[in-house]
């Protein structure tokens, strides 16, 4: 018998051996496809002691001679051999029976006999590394392991009472058949959380059990998502090549989304009854060809799930679903009756599924536009309208908007349709306020659309157009609403405070970027006096707690622009509190996005007041709630932006080439390039987004200011191109005429390091002209003027200009470095001029101001020089 003949008796079977007997007819007629003598083989082996000896039997023999005990029952370890209950590609499976101290029923894996090898025996350690890293109500749990005598290793398992998900789902209905499959998602999605790929997905690894549970089996060639481990080749042996991927099945690199592939297959099997692809072949050359060129049958269900199923199953892993999360959603989202996102994506369908999900207020609202063409009574019309069109619109206005901005505004290049999706809302907001009458759901609802407008135009937290006067009017509508509304439902546990705290707390955060500290401050405090009540009286729910912490993130971040580094700090740690309590109530990717901001609000704080490992430390936490997102959510946009954002921030602890840091420099210089290509792609996926602009143009300026020294050209490129994105920016975006004027302040710099003393003149004066159109008021933002008077050398109006600051220098290293290094430059500047007195003072201030933070950063000192 040649090799080949021995790998094609050796696939059917297998697929024969896993059949039900009654079935085994229908597999052999499938997989022998009228070679007789094929059959004839096959049919011989499994008649050869009705139970698979032919391939069991070997392994039992062995077994029996290395772990006999006295009563010639085959013993592994503690564990007693029953019967052979399965079997793949590298081991077989029996149940055994635990019988040293107790009696307990398990699964024990062995290393089939003709395939042992030191591969086949590193592949099972590495199955029991797997396992031992998953503990889940829907994976089968490793329970011992070990090896005999004779070195051969084996697992012991948690012993399943179950049949395959394809046989159990027989007499099911389709919504069951979901529901089942949404559980398989979750255990898939929880192996990929721990960094673990299946690679063997399909219906023979998921068995349900009595009380309607599956359970995952055989993690035998599941592969550990290790960045530092080097690629491996998946062989067509080691995997089911008909749930395979075209990555698996061509030997290429594979990802996540092969275990999405693989369960698209089996979904695909247990709506249809049959597999996505004609097999000409049972050859697993074919078999492979088919899947890797052959077009999947379409599924011709007649609804959403062929665009489900279908985009799952591309061959192009980039053009699946990113996650198995985000086909458990859309998945969701059809049994909800709501718009799926593999679906083409119209006006016409997004009004069908709204009108599935509420026949009865669509049919009203239908009812009533007839009976205005009809020219009913007016009183009738009335009645109606409040009872029907009313609550229509309202939800068209409001819930609209709340539902499909959530859903769209983490998905590149949506700025341009969250834009349409605002103007329409608009339209309908003022007429609704007119009409809300005592509803205080309502008028609660409108505000949140209000608050939603205002993210859209001009939150400079999140994806916006940049608009950041329209966006100031509606978040101000927002709060008036939610002033009245508490007032008007005065008890500490009303709901409506929630709301309110976060309408206050946004408008304040906006009223921070603008330059106007003081009424953001009074916002923001107003804001988290709502919420305050419920907290106190133990009646917080999840939304309180959220609103509260983002309330004192905000606050966070206003005390650190201000140097008031302590007050920074208290409110980072309630900050970070108050939303460990919210995460705990809600799971999910918004809340562990939320944690992540206030961890590195945290991390700010500590850097604030010279603790830069403590801050390090805390960034990279967040860092990695990150990643973790980003590994099951992509495309997130928002979490990409905070990413880079982070990222820039611990680049500036890592290494400055002026001012305290822990002179990391290829630490930083990893991050900053990182942090660039987040802010790159961002612009590259939605050229509207102009919060994502303004974040590149800046990083670009701080990626100049750390390359320098060592490249000015690029240093030069980075500040040009920096400059040409501010430019594009909307004229009343925040900032954008002071952070042209710091662009150029630094283009100038360099320039004058090049020897390009002229052009480095005309940058400082285009700088002078553009800070001179922006007049701030706190600060933080009179700060950034140093870099045009330093570049002036007009160190006294920097010192004029950073007065304020002085008594926040023995809270804030950055505020007590940029004094001392000002009062240094003019102590030079007077000894120059041969005014040796004023010289040797504003030395002796330079030390007094320096004194507390010396000997922490070594370079800091050396560059002071005190």
């Known amino acids: 018998m040649t090799q080949d003949r021995w790998k094609q008796i050796k696939l059917v079977l297998e697929h024969a051996d896993q059949a039900p007997p009654a079935d085994r007819g229908a597999v052999l007629d499938r997989f022998c496809a009228g070679d007789a003598e094929l059959r004839r083989e096959v049919e011989a082996l499994l008649e050869d002691d009705g139970s698979g000896a032919f391939l069991s039997g070997a392994i039992a023999q062995a077994a029996a001679e290395w772990t006999a005990e006295g009563d010639g029952r085959v013993r592994f370890g503690r564990y007693q051999l029953i019967h052979r209950i399965g079997q793949g590609g590298m081991g077989a499976v029996y149940e055994a029976v635990r019988v040293d101290d107790f009696e307990k029923k398990v699964a024990l894996k062995i290393v089939k006999q003709e395939l042992d090898s030191d591969y086949a025996r590193t592949r099972f350690q590495h199955e029991r590394q797997v396992l031992a890293t998953l503990e889940h109500p829907y994976i089968a749990r490793l329970l011992d392991g070990g090896e005999t005598d004779r070195g051969i290793p084996y697992l012991v398992l948690e012993y399943v009472d179950g049949i395959p998900i394809d046989r159990y789902c027989e007499p099911l209905d389709r919504r069951a058949r979901l529901h089942l499959f949404l559980k398989v998602c979750e255990a898939v999605e929880y192996a990929h959380r721990n960094l673990v790929i299946h690679r063997d997905l399909k219906p023979a690894n998921v068995l349900v059990t009595a009380d309607g549970n599956p359970k995952l089996l055989d993690f035998g060639i599941a592969k550990l998502l290790d960045p530092q481990a080097t690629a491996t080749q998946t062989m067509m042996m080691a995997l089911t090549p008909e749930y395979a991927s075209p990555e698996q099945a061509r030997g290429e690199a594979i990802s996540t989304a092969s275990d999405v592939y693989s369960l698209g297959v089996v979904l695909y099997q247990l709506l249809t009854g049959r597999k996505p692809y004609k097999l000409e072949t049972t050859t697993a050359m074919g078999i492979a060809q088919a899947i890797c060129e052959q077009t999947p049958d379409a599924p011709r269900l007649g609804d959403e799930l062929d665009h489900i199923l279908l985009m799952a199953l591309r061959k192009e892993p980039a053009r699946r679903y990113p996650s198995v999360r985000q086909m458990a959603e859309d998945l969701e989202r059809y049994l909800e009756h709501r718009p799926v996102m593999a679906r083409p994506d119209t006006v016409f369908y997004r009004t069908a599924k709204f009108v599935r999900r509420n026949r009865t207020g669509v049919g009203a609202a239908f009812l009533v536009t007839a009976a205005l063409a009809a020219g009913f009574l007016s009183t009738w019309r009335a009645e109606r309208r409040a009872n029907a069109r009313f609550n229509e619109v309202r939800q068209l206005a409001t819930h609209f908007l709340f539902d499909f901005d959530r859903d769209i505004r983490q998905l590149p290049g949506a700025t341009a349709a969250r834009e349409r999706l605002v103007n329409t809302a608009l339209e309908h907001l003022d007429g609704l306020l007119k009409e809300a009458g005592g509803d205080s759901d309502l008028v609660a609802d409108i505000a949140q659309a209000y608050v939603s407008v205002g993210d859209v135009l001009g939150n400079p937290g999140l994806p916006s157009l940049g608009h950041v006067d329209r966006a100031r009017q509606n978040y101000e509508k927002a709060c008036a609403l939610m002033s009245r509304l508490v007032a008007r439902n005065s008890p500490a546990s009303n709901p409506y405070r929630a709301r309110a705290c976060a309408a206050h707390t946004r408008l304040g955060y906006l009223l921070l970027h603008t330059g106007q500290s003081d009424e953001a401050e009074r916002r923001m405090r107003e804001g988290l006096a709502y919420v305050q009540p419920k907290i106190d009286a133990g009646l917080a729910d999840a939304n309180d707690y959220r609103a509260a912490a983002n309330g004192h993130a905000y606050l966070e971040t206003l005390y650190n622009y201000a140097y008031r580094a302590r007050a920074a700090g208290a409110e980072a740690a309630q900050c970070v509190d108050l939303m460990r309590k919210y995460q705990s109530l809600v799971p999910g990717l918004r809340p562990q996005s939320d944690l992540a901001r206030s961890i590195a609000a945290a991390a700010q704080a500590a850097a604030a007041v010279g603790e830069l490992e403590q801050a390090e430390k805390r960034m990279l936490e967040s860092d990695e709630i990150r990643l973790a997102i980003a590994r099951q959510s992509p495309a997130d946009v928002e979490n990409r932006r905070e990413l880079a954002v982070q990222l820039s921030h611990l ?94 302040a630094a283009l100038s710099g360099v320039l004058r390091k090049q020897g390009r003393l002229d052009e480095a003149r005309a940058a400082l004066h285009q700088a002078a002209g553009h800070y001179a159109a922006d007049n701030p008021s706190d600060a933080r933002a009179g700060g950034d003027f140093l870099r045009l008077w330093e570049e002036q050398g007009d160190y006294a109006r920097t010192w004029e200009a950073l007065t304020p600051t002085i008594a926040a220098a023995r809270e804030d290293i950055t505020v007590a470095f940029e004094l001392a290094d000002c009062a240094v430059h003019l102590a030079v500047a007077e000894a120059r001029q041969g005014h040796a007195d004023a010289a040797n003072e504003w030395k002796r201030k330079a030390a007094a101001i320096w004194t507390p933070w010396k000997g922490r950063f070594p370079a800091a000192d050396r560059q002071l020089d005190l």
């Open 651 to 744: 680049a500036e602890w890592e290494f400055q080439a002026e001012g305290p840091s822990l002179q990391h420099f290829d630490a930083a210089r990893k991050a900053r390039q990182e942090s660039l290509r987040l802010y790159r792609e961002l612009v590259s996926d939605d050229p509207r987004n102009a919060t994502a602009k303004h974040g590149l143009a800046l990083e670009l300026k701080e990626m100049a200011d750390l390359e320098v020294s060592q490249d000015p050209k690029q240093a030069e490129t980075d500040l040009r191109e920096g400059l040409r994105i501010v430019e594009e920016l909307p004229p009343g975006f925040h900032e954008r005429d002071r952070h042209t004027g710091l662009l150029l």
